[in-house]
């Protein structure tokens, strides 16, 4: 059985940002439920990836390895 992601690299800085937040400290009111990571260190805000996007790219991966 694969890991589960406890933290993903924020694309601007590169630092890890926990998936387990409480939210982005902007006080948007659908927090609880947003996709929306903020990374502590530089501010950026960026969508997790959803799970249909990991397997699309784990798919053209296998796809491009057997050419």
Do not use: H
């Amino acid at each position: 059985m694969a890991a589960v992601r406890q933290e993903v690299p924020c694309p601007l800085c590169g630092s890890l940002v926990r998936l387990d937040r409480d939210g982005c400290p902007s006080g948007c009111p659908i927090a609880k439920k947003c996709k929306v990571l903020c990374c502590p260190n530089c501010g950026y805000e960026f969508v997790e990836e959803s799970t249909i996007v990991t397997g699309v790219r784990r798919l053209a991966r296998w796809f491009r390895g057997r050419r």
